[in-house]
């Protein structure tokens, strides 16, 4: 199979986990479709007999950008700089346990590595009730590439709190704009292992605006430039992966075919089953996105 080919298998496969809403905006050939129908068909049998799972919320909105950027002229990421998280707005306060409430804070993470917090150093979370709305935090955290952005409960247990947040916000900052993002319940996952109350229509506002002096990584930081040039060089372009040039070049033939493999060893690992018209008006069930993503 050829590079085109698996491109199109890897965007045909995006095509099939979309929510409904979105396929009907999405142009689709025949063939596209059949293919579709055939893998929603295959999923679903798997997680009916116990081999699959259903997708989170994340793993939805990473197959969106692979299907976005297989029909891009060249990636997002590569077109825009980076942007700071200036604060976070929570609608409402979450009812953790038997809690009328709970004493949220916010982290934020990059590939894994918490790069900030709300909290300032000996700082402790205030018990916010439920009942009240419209709850800012404050960051000012520069970001790119992947990104998590985590809500926590804190009980005192610092290990336990920081593992089981009670939201998870998994996205890659090269396909956000500056401004203003509303962050709904269904685009959210948990890994909180209590009793977790929450309004079908909460939602996060985040609110980002471009980096100054490219924020973290500006001249002078030693560390942060090493960094941002692994970053440059791991953010090749996309379009290299499903345009070749000249098919008669070994060389990038061979480039073109290992960045193929590494879209395709992402989502070999992504067990998907699609939704059943999710919406984001529609009543939702805190516990149906519950996953261990952090």
């Known amino acids: 199979m050829g590079v085109q080919q698996k491109a199109e298998l890897c965007r045909w496969a995006a095509l099939a986990i979309s929510p409904a809403p979105a396929l009907d905006q999405m142009p689709r050939t025949p063939e596209e479709e059949k293919y579709a129908a055939k893998l929603r068909a295959k999923l679903s049998k798997k997680a009916s007999q116990g081999f699959g799972s259903i997708s989170t919320a994340a793993q939805q909105r990473y197959c969106k950008y692979f299907e976005e950027v297989l029909n891009a002229p060249q990636a997002p990421m590569s077109k825009r700089g980076h942007v700071t998280i200036t604060k976070i707005i929570l609608s409402s306060a979450p009812a ?3 809690m009328r409430g709970c004493r949220p804070y916010v982290k934020v993470f ?6 900030g917090t709300n909290l300032a150093p000996g700082e402790y979370p205030q018990f916010i009730q439920e009942s009240q709305l ?12 992947d990104v998590a952005l985590t809500i926590h409960h804190w009980t005192g247990d610092a290990y336990k709190d920081g593992n089981c947040p009670l939201f998870v916000y998994a996205f890659h900052a090269g396909f956000k704009d500056a401004g203003l993002q509303r962050i709904y319940r269904i685009e959210m996952d948990t890994a909180y292992p209590g009793k977790l109350d929450v309004p079908s229509e909460f939602f ?9 002096g490219r924020g973290l990584f500006r001249r002078g930081n030693k560390q942060g430039a090493l960094e941002e040039r692994e970053s440059m060089r791991n953010d090749t372009p996309w379009t290299e992966l499903i345009m070749v ?22 989502l070999r690992h992504v067990n998907l089953v699609m939704p059943t018209q999710p919406s984001v008006a529609s009543s939702h069930n805190p516990d149906d996105s519950r996953s261990l993503l952090i």
């Open 96 to 98: 953790v346990g038997d």
């Open 110 to 115: 990059r590939r894994g590595h918490e790069i």
């Open 134 to 145: 419209n709850i800012p935090f404050d960051l000012g955290i520069p970001i790119m590439n």
């Open 204 to 212: 996060i506002d985040m609110i980002t605006e471009p980096s100054r």
């Open 245 to 266: 040039s000249d098919p008669n070049d070994p060389l990038e033939q061979k480039r073109a075919s290992s960045r193929s493999h590494k879209l395709k060893k992402v």
